[in-house]
C-alpha cells in the first residue's frame, strides 16, 4: 500500500463560496476542456447525447434546496472535486503506489501509467470525488491544473486551476490553506470556512464557505412602486403590464 508522506509545509486547495456561486456549470465545462485537450489520458464520454449520458468530470456541481432553522429556504449549488486531504485515504489503499500525495504542496495525484483501475481508492474517498474512465481503464481526479499552476509560459493570471480562472461569479479561490496570510486563508477565517464531513478524520484542505442569511420574502403586495409618475418606455411599460386582465396596482 501507498505510504502518506510527512504534511506538507505549502497545502495548495480551493475555497469555495456556497453564497456566490449560481451553478451555471462554468466550472465544470472549463474542467473538461482543459484536462481533455492537456492533461493525460483524454476524459472520455459515453454516449453523451444519449437518454441517459455519461462520462468522466473531474468536478461536479449539484443543487440542493434547503431549510435554514430562520429565514427562507435557499437553494444552494454545491460544487465537489477531489478535496487533497491531509490524511488521504484513497492513497493508503492504493495497492500499486499509483495514487499518491506530493512533498511539495500536498496536492494528491494519480500515476496514470501505474494506476490498474482496481477502483479500491474510489471506495475509500468518502467524497465520491474519483471516478473510472471507462474508455481509459484508469481512475481520473482534480489535478488542481498542476500542469496550468506551475508553467511559466502562461501569464501569470491563468496560472491558477481553470475551474477558478472560469468562474463568472467569483465563487471559487485557489491558494495555499498552510499560509495564514493568504487571501484563501483569510476568506476561510472571516467567513467560518469549513471543512466537508470534518468527522471523518480526513483532514480536507479545500473549505467550503457557508451561505449568508437571507432575507425574509416580502410579499408582493406590499411593496410599493419605485416611481409613480414615470417617464418614457419604462412608464409606458407598466402602463401596459397594469391594464392587463389580473394585474393591480
Given at each position: 500500500m501507498t505510504q502518506l508522506p510527512p504534511p506538507s509545509a505549502k497545502k495548495l486547495g480551493l475555497?469555495?463560496?456556497l453564497d456566490?456561486?449560481?451553478g451555471c456549470h462554468a466550472c465544470v465545462i472549463s474542467c473538461k476542456g482543459w484536462n481533455t485537450e492537456n492533461y493525460g489520458v483524454p476524459l472520455s464520454?459515453?454516449?453523451?447525447?444519449?437518454?441517459?449520458?455519461?462520462?468522466?468530470?473531474?468536478?461536479?456541481?449539484?443543487?440542493?434546496?434547503?431549510?435554514?432553522?430562520?429565514?427562507?429556504?435557499?437553494?444552494?449549488?454545491?460544487?465537489?472535486?477531489?478535496?487533497?486531504?491531509?490524511?488521504?485515504?484513497?492513497?493508503?489503499?492504493?495497492p500499486t503506489g499509483a495514487s499518491y500525495k506530493?512533498?511539495?504542496d500536498g496536492i494528491v495525484l494519480v500515476n496514470e501509467q501505474d494506476c490498474i483501475g482496481c477502483g479500491l481508492c474510489a471506495w475509500a474517498?468518502?467524497?465520491?470525488?474519483r471516478e473510472l474512465d471507462a474508455d481509459a481503464g484508469v481512475i481520473k481526479k482534480c489535478t488542481l491544473?498542476?500542469?496550468?499552476?506551475?508553467?511559466?509560459?502562461?501569464p501569470e493570471e491563468d496560472r491558477q486551476p481553470a475551474c477558478v480562472r472560469t468562474c463568472p461569479s467569483g465563487a471559487r479561490?485557489?491558494?495555499?490553506?498552510?499560509?495564514?496570510t493568504s487571501e484563501v486563508s483569510q476568506l476561510v477565517a472571516e467567513r467560518g470556512g469549513f471543512d466537508l464531513m470534518p468527522e471523518l478524520g480526513t483532514k480536507p484542505v479545500n473549505k467550503y464557505l457557508p451561505p449568508r442569511p437571507k432575507?425574509?420574502?416580502?410579499?408582493?403586495?406590499h411593496l410599493q412602486p419605485v416611481a409613480r409618475n414615470g417617464k418614457g418606455f419604462v412608464a409606458w411599460l407598466d402602463r401596459t403590464l397594469s391594464a392587463l386582465p389580473g394585474r393591480t396596482n
Open positions: 475555497v469555495i463560496d456566490t456561486c449560481v464520454d459515453q454516449d453523451p447525447y444519449g437518454a441517459e449520458p455519461s462520462g468522466t468530470f473531474l468536478n461536479r456541481v449539484h443543487s440542493y434546496e434547503v431549510q435554514p432553522d430562520a429565514g427562507p429556504a435557499q437553494l444552494v449549488h454545491f460544487p465537489k472535486s477531489c478535496l487533497h486531504c491531509e490524511d488521504a485515504p484513497c492513497v493508503t489503499v492504493c506530493r512533498v511539495e474517498c468518502p467524497y465520491g470525488a491544473c498542476v500542469d496550468r499552476i506551475y508553467n511559466e509560459n502562461l479561490h485557489f491558494g495555499d490553506l498552510a499560509d495564514e432575507d425574509v420574502a416580502v410579499p408582493a403586495q
